[in-house]
């Protein structure tokens, strides 16, 4: 038997937990600072550290976690596979290789990405190659082929590793340092800049997503049924395609591409709230920020001093969270036979 | 309401549909026999819009298909698959409502209306009970059933079903064939029924139409196409007939233990 759920309480739950997270994070870190820093006119190193380091990575983290869950989400429901994640067509290894060339080239800055820096920009320059790449492989009558998608993806995604590899064999000491740093995936950030880059990618992924909210649904019920019942099926796939292909890119772009986040939160929303996108839409921006802002917590402050990427913190968590489920879900549906 | 004229499809060469043409009438039940790979599903495919029909080929209320877009031809003809969409994500109830798609505004908003439309058409198939159970924990006719339903709540004047009797057992076959009457009675919704089932077309179908290798071989009421003669051409093989003891229609015996010497 399904377990009865109330989606309502849920997401209120989600919510409660996305304002903890909001007025909580800011204030954990090395450095303590507490509410009472910010107004008694407190050390303008504290002030700084606050608003030029902490809020932003907050924004930042928010903004990254529900655009790679909303990407997730996207792709598990074009592929009709629970297992797609926002890094399955190879996305993040295009992003890898553009990062790659910038720091070969010397055109990226020094170790800590700045706002002003030309690795971004790389970045998304070598994810948009796969993506396009792959769309003109993929383009099939008027629709988009998924099964070709998903194979041409998964071949395009070993090349650009191999590439990735190549330059680091060729590159220098420090150079490699920085790739596989950039590998890693990070929320470090000075200023508001990579995370107002990702707003505009965001919101516009949002907007589509929810208009088209009832033919995702319908998607996910087959292609006979959901062309039988109206959805213009081609359409639907390329503007989904597309959304979650951006969503992906401007996040990796920013942050390096963070792991499991696009798989275990999508998950999550499925199993509490059901299967209906409106709900899953509204759950990504809710938990899905706040759960990396979350990870990205732990991740700096649980081994003493040293900041981990939050990137190895999302794999460390996610990696057996989803195992979990798999075998909750596998005695669920063995319960039910 | 559907008027097929002169379509064929011949995808990568092999000739599928050839120079099919039929109708069906508003209100009307009309089924669909013939072997397998007899093209009976793809003319189906077509009119539902899962494939594409070339222009000046298929018509619903009069107007042409490929002039339509998706969600107007979606009010006008409703379409169950086979049940092999076993992995259907969602509960029956949702499976229902989502059913109400072309009828709602651009923003997607549902109404009350659409509520009690998949209330009713639930209610109307007897699975009002299951409505919070997932559709991958139903069994085999209880699916059938939910994707019956959904196609009555899409509130289209034509239904269009794909062997919907199939993995059933001979009262599971009653039911449903029961159920479409009665959304015919009660909706005055035309059916357009593909089955192997020529006993049950031939008691409730109005009209019956035989396919063979992507042709028309016969259409005109059941004692004009249930007889030994068409049936021959149509499967090839020879049928041992007989007249149902009520209705008087002609029924298909089995042949094993039938035959002479």
Known sequence: ?337 | MLDVRNLSYAPAGALILDHVSLSVGKGEFVALIGPNGAGKSTLLRHAAGVLPPPRGTLFLDGRDRSDLDARTAARIAAYVPQAREPDIPFTAGEIVLQARYPRLSTWGRQTEEDRRRAAAAMEEVGIDAMADRVFATLSGGEQQKVLLAAAIAQDASILLLDEPTTFLDPPGKDEIFRLMEGARRRWGIALLVVTHDINRASVCADRIVALREGRVVSDGVPGEVATAGVLREVYGSEFLLAAHPVSGRPMVLPRIGGEEG
């Open chain 1, 1 to 337: 038997m399904a377990p009865v759920r109330r989606p309502g309480r849920t997401l209120t739950a989600f919510f409660l937990f996305f304002l903890a997270v909001l007025f909580a994070a800011p204030f954990i870190g090395p450095e303590s600072i507490g509410p009472g820093d910010l107004f008694s006119g407190g050390s303008t190193t504290r002030l700084f550290i606050f608003w030029t380091l902490r809020v932003p990575r907050l924004l930042l983290g928010l903004f990254a976690g529900a655009a790679l869950s909303l990407a997730g989400m996207s792709f598990q429901t074009l592929f009709r596979n629970p297992l797609a994640t926002p890094f399955t067509l190879g996305v993040s290894s295009g992003a890898a290789f553009g990062v790659s060339v910038a720091v070969l080239t010397g055109l990226s800055g020094g170790l800590m990405m700045s706002s002003f820096e030309a690795t971004p920009l790389f970045a998304l320059g070598g994810a948009f190659l796969v993506v396009i790449i792959l769309y003109r492989l993929a383009r099939s009558g008027s629709g988009l082929s998924t099964l070709h998608l998903l194979l041409a993806g998964v071949a395009l995604s070993y090349f650009f590793s191999s590439l990735l590899l190549f330059a680091q064999y060729a590159a220098d000491f420090t150079q490699t340092f920085r790739m596989v740093r950039w590998l890693m995936g990070n929320l470090e950030t000075i200023g508001y800049a990579p995370a107002l880059a990702l707003l505009p990618a965001l919101l516009y992924g949002v907007a589509i997503l929810l208009i088209n909210r009832r033919e995702l649904d319908l998607l996910l019920c087959g292609e006979e049924i959901a062309r039988s019942r109206g959805v213009p099926v081609d359409y639907l796939r390329k503007q989904l395609y597309f959304v979650a292909s951006i969503l992906t890119a401007v996040t990796v772009a920013a942050c390096g591409p963070i792991g499991f986040v696009g798989l275990v939160v999508p998950h999550v929303l499925r199993l509490l709230l059901g299967e209906s996108h409106g709900k899953l839409i509204a759950g990504s921006l809710l938990l899905g920020g706040p759960f990396l802002v979350a990870c990205d917590a732990v991740a700096r402050n649980v081994v003493g001093g040293s900041e981990l990427p939050v990137g190895i913190v999302t794999a460390l968590l996610g990696g057996p969270f989803f195992l979990y489920l798999l075998i909750c879900r596998r005695r669920r549906s063995a319960g039910a036979r």
